[in-house]
């Protein structure tokens, strides 16, 4: 006899794959500036996140809804992560501030940025941040992450 009503069961999976996506999503663009990553590690990233949405069909979630939720994350390692910085410099001027969908903004950009070691990203960051964070108060949360 399980612990956990089976009508709970469901309910509590859900919110299980939601802490799960929201956690992962903190991990690649929240941590902090000290975390490291090269676009090399983008392959690593994509698997694992396909095993988190195995996990969670597994678990008796609907596969579209997994994929829907997962997709963000997925698009933020694909359209992101994988790109040079020079392709994302260009991308900047014509990206949104944020969006909840998409993810190919200015605020994700910049947070993918902060997070490489090479002498590209790390100017391309100050200068946003000492250049268009009057234009743009968004970016005041990456010129704080960035401690400047």
């Not at 299980?16 to 956690?23: E, H, N, Q, S, Y």
């Not at 903190?26 to 095993?51: G, M, N, W």
Request: charged fraction near 25%; glycine fraction near 4%.
């Amino acid at each position: 006899m399980p612990i956990v009503p089976e009508s709970f069961q469901q309910d509590i999976a859900r919110d299980l794959f939601l802490a799960l996506t929201g956690l992962i999503e903190r991990c690649l663009l929240h941590s902090p500036s000290t975390r490291i990553f090269s676009k090399e590690d983008a392959a690593i990233v994509q698997a694992d996140l396909q095993y988190c949405s195995t996990f969670m069909a597994d678990l008796g979630l609907d596969s579209s809804d997994v994929q829907r939720e997962m997709g963000y994350l997925f698009g933020v390692v694909r359209k992101i992560m994988t790109q040079d910085t020079n392709s994302l410099m260009e991308q900047f001027d014509v990206a949104p501030l944020s969006h909840p969908t998409m993810p190919m903004t200015k605020d994700n950009i910049m947070k993918v940025c902060m997070h490489r070691t090479d002498k590209i990203s790390k100017k391309f960051v100050e200068s946003i941040a000492k250049d268009k964070v009057k234009k743009e108060p968004g970016l005041n949360d990456v010129r704080k992450m960035c401690g400047r």
